[in-house]
């Protein structure tokens, strides 16, 4: 699935329609050059959840948490991950809970070391725009897309 987004506010709304497609836990790879869109879309999928403070970039401290009601937000950025070794140095398996969802940017950092995404999301820089793809890696991102085809 393709998606033109014109500028930042239609990042931000098309994070909230995924937001509303998923449920509440999952995998997702935000793929894309720098400064493509990937942290505006989290901020977008935030603030959908629910969360009003600050959300920062994490490429200094790799990852930042976000407690929302019953459920945690873990915000990854690899770019600066020297070797994937260190995810699990930085017991990257334990953030993969039931009850939490993990965005990843830059997953190709942690290759070999990280499992299937539920969705990856690719943005491409496209003149002053950006576009969009989402694809499905497992059943339950399967069924998020059919959801946010169906809209
Ligand atoms: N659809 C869009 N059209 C134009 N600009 C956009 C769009 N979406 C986001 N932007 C802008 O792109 C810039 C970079 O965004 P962002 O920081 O989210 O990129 P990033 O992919 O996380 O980069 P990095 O890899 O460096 O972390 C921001 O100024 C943001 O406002
Ligand atoms: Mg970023």
């Known amino acids: 699935m393709k998606v033109t987004l014109r500028d930042e506010a239609e990042t ?10 998923m449920s509440s836990n999952g995998l997702v790879f935000l793929l ?11 901020r977008g999928w935030l603030r ?4 009003s403070g600050p959300v920062k970039s994490p490429t200094f401290t790799l990852v930042e948490e976000y407690p929302i009601e019953e459920r945690i937000v873990y915000h990854f950025d690899l770019y600066r991950l020297n070797d994937p070794e260190e995810l699990e140095w930085m017991g990257f398996r334990d953030y993969l809970r039931p009850n939490a ?7 190709e950092r942690g290759a070999g070391l990280l499992p299937e995404a539920d969705l990856e999301i690719r943005l491409e820089i496209s003149g002053t725009g950006r576009i969009a793809e989402i694809t499905a890696g497992t059943d339950s991102g399967v069924a998020v897309l059919a ?3 169906a809209e």
């Open 147 to 149: 959801r946010l085809q």
């Open 48 to 51: 959908a959840a629910g969360f």
């Open 101 to 107: 969802v993990c965005f990843i940017e830059w997953p």
């Open 12 to 21: 931000l709304a098309f994070a909230e329609r995924v937001y509303r497609a």
């Open 32 to 42: 894309g050059n720098l400064g493509a869109g990937k942290t505006t879309f989290v």
